[in-house]
């Protein structure tokens, strides 16, 4: 019977049947982040386990996708993979997005544990969701510019929303936010109009906590306007407080589209809880009177990759004199122990100068023990003598003297 591999042989083995990440996406090495996405979008929804539940290979296919994406999506993997190959990814920590609706009721009581135990969770939009949009399958409301509305939707379900722009909006800008009051979390999603009539995914944004709501935007201002991705930095914030200070801007990056054409677009939100439904309002707003804000946010956001370059260089700083520190400290508590042994040596060859025998110590609780056991007894000697010297001679019989007449004969 033959016997097992060692895991090391299997990782091994695993290591060498892996594809090229571009291949498996069927794109080329200088391909831009929106064509991978929408690659990886299409081909994620084709090997979906909820359309293939019984097909292993769709099943194998399907991880093989998300672990192609999700080193090419991180430009520090990408390009880490494209100098190094796969020996520079850590393809151990590669996190996978979890469909909700795929998942058993008690998978999905399990992860909403895991979530609130501060363990990250990636989530995606459903394949159902997808699908049905591909197909143009869904009910699109409209939405006029500058009115806000309140809405709930079920979760892993998605409500979606027209909204057409003029020539004249399209170059002042656009802008859409979700939030919700209840600190739900959701998806704001920018669907692509395909040629057949149907939406594909486009962009994607997660809701996070802002304050006392939850809140997503996307801002199409004809400039790079970046976002912030926070689940890259959650697993680096439970292994290394340091770790994720340095790394907490390397989620920094630009949005794929920055403006938007004349015409119809449409947005969605998707309920991403686990459980419960959720409560949300929605609002998109032409840019025209944010000219200020525009600029603002212009400027915000130059400093913040200006602070990511200075990050990176601080950090190598840092490790080096943190290495020092922590060498300094180490020798310090030897040096310390190594005087306390000499001063140690010193007291006892110092008392070693002596002829007389060395008396064994008693505890002082026996001196005090043996001290009043003295004292009563010395005590009780004392009363003793004390009540016989003062107690009155009693006369004895044989002592009383009698007085007897000679003359008579007894």
């Known amino acids: 019977m033959p016997g097992h591999k060692p895991k090391s042989e299997k990782s091994d083995a695993a290591k060498q049947q892996r594809r090229d990440p571009y291949d498996v996406l069927g794109v080329s090495r200088n391909s831009t982040d929106h064509e991978i996405k929408s690659a990886y979008r299409k081909m994620a929804l084709k090997y979906h386990p909820d359309k293939n539940a019984n097909d292993p290979k769709a099943a194998d296919m399907f991880k093989e996708v998300t672990f192609s994406y999700n080193i090419l999506s991180d430009p520090d993997k990408r390009r880490q993979y494209d100098t190094s190959g796969f020996e520079a990814v850590e393809s151990e920590s590669q996190d996978l997005e979890v469909d ?23 989530t995606t939009v459903s394949a159902t969701v997808l699908e049905e949009a591909l ?14 509305v309140f809405r709930k939707v079920e979760k892993q379900c998605a409500h979606f929303y027209s909204v057409t722009i003029s020539e004249k909006e399209a170059q002042a800008g ?101 459980f419960r439904s959720v409560s949300y309002t929605i609002e ?12 603002n946010l212009r400027a915000v956001e130059g400093h913040i990759l200006s602070k990511r370059v200075e990050l990176s260089k601080f950090e190598s700083e840092y490790r080096e004199v943190l290495a020092q520190f922590t060498e300094m400290t180490s020798r310090y508590a030897q040096e310390m122990q190594a005087i306390d042994e000499l001063l140690k040596q ?26 009043s056991k003295e004292a009563k007894e010395d005590g009780q000697v004392r009363d003793k003598k004390s009540t016989t010297r003062d107690r009155p001679k009693k006369k004895k019989w044989y002592n009383i003297h009698l007085k007897v007449d000679k003359r008579k004969p007894c």
Do not use: W
Not at 100 to 122: E, R, W
Not at 346 to 371: D, F, Q
């Open 174 to 274: 656009l802008v859409c936010r979700v939030q919700s009051a209840e600190k739900s979390k959701f998806k704001l999603l920018y669907l692509d109009q395909e040629e057949n009539g149907g939406l594909s995914l486009a962009l994607q944004e997660d809701s996070a906590k802002t304050g006392k709501v939850t809140s997503a935007g996307m801002y199409f201002l004809g400039f790079p306007v970046y976002r912030l991705d926070q689940t890259l930095n959650s697993m680096a914030t439970v292994k290394d407080p340091d770790t994720a200070f340095f790394k907490k801007l390397d989620g920094f990056q630009p949005c794929e589209i920055a403006e938007l054409k004349a015409g119809t677009h449409v947005f969605a939100v998707y309920g991403d809880n686990f």
């Open 100 to 122: 909700l609706s795929s998942l058993g009721a008690v998978n999905t009581m399990f992860a909403a544990l895991f979530s609130k135990l501060g363990v990250p969770i990636k």
């Open 135 to 148: 197909n143009g399958m869904v009910f699109i409301r409209p939405l006029p510019l500058g009115q806000p």
């Open 284 to 295: 998109v707003l032409c840019a025209a009177p944010f000219t200020e804000e525009k600029e």
């Open 346 to 371: 010193r007291n006892e060859i110092h008392a070693s100068y002596t002829t007389a025998p060395l008396m064994k110590r008693s505890s002082s609780r026996s001196k005090s023990k043996s001290v």
